[in-house]
Nanobody, 125 residues
Framework: QVQLVQSGGGLVQAGGSLRLSCAAS????????RGWFRQAPGKGREFVGA????????YYADYVKGRFTISRDNVKNTVYLQMNSLKPEDTAIYYC??????????????????WGQGTQVTVSS
C-alpha cells in the first residue's frame, strides 16, 4: 500500500480558505486516482472529490462543487485540496485516499485502499 501523509487544515472563519496536502511515499502514486473524503462527528465518511492519475479528470460532490478544487503534482507525489468559501457544515476530519485499480475516477469509498491519517478542518460561524 502507498503511504499517505497529510498536512494543512486548522480553524478558519466562514468564508475563508484552507489548503490540504497529501504526500505519497513512493512514485507509484502517479498511477493512481486520488480522492478526498471527510467525516463529521456522528456521521459516516463521505466523498468530497477525486482526480484522475494525470489530473485531466476531476469529480466533486455537489455540496463542494464550485468551492473546492483538487489538483496534483506527480513530480512531488502530492495531491492538494483547495477549499474556498468554507461553511460551518464543512467542519470535519478530511482524509486523502488512493485508488490503485487504474479504473475511472470513482466516488466509492471501498475502491480506495490507502488512506492518510486525517486532518481536522473547523469552520466557525
Amino acid at each position: 500500500q502507498v503511504q499517505l501523509v497529510q498536512s494543512g487544515g486548522g480553524l478558519v472563519q466562514a468564508g475563508g480558505s484552507l489548503r490540504l496536502s497529501c504526500a505519497a511515499s513512493e512514485s507509484t502514486f502517479s498511477k493512481y486516482t486520488r480522492g478526498w473524503f471527510r467525516q463529521a462527528p456522528g456521521k459516516g465518511r463521505e466523498f468530497v472529490g477525486a482526480v484522475s492519475w494525470n489530473g485531466d479528470t476531476t469529480y466533486y460532490a455537489d455540496y463542494v462543487k464550485g468551492r473546492f478544487t483538487i489538483s496534483r503534482d506527480n513530480v512531488k507525489n502530492t495531491v492538494y485540496l483547495q477549499m474556498n468559501s468554507l461553511k460551518p457544515e464543512d467542519t470535519a476530519i478530511y482524509y486523502c485516499a488512493a485508488d490503485p485499480s487504474l479504473a475511472a475516477v470513482t466516488t466509492t469509498l471501498s475502491q480506495y485502499d490507502s488512506w492518510g491519517q486525517g486532518t481536522q478542518v473547523t469552520v466557525s460561524s
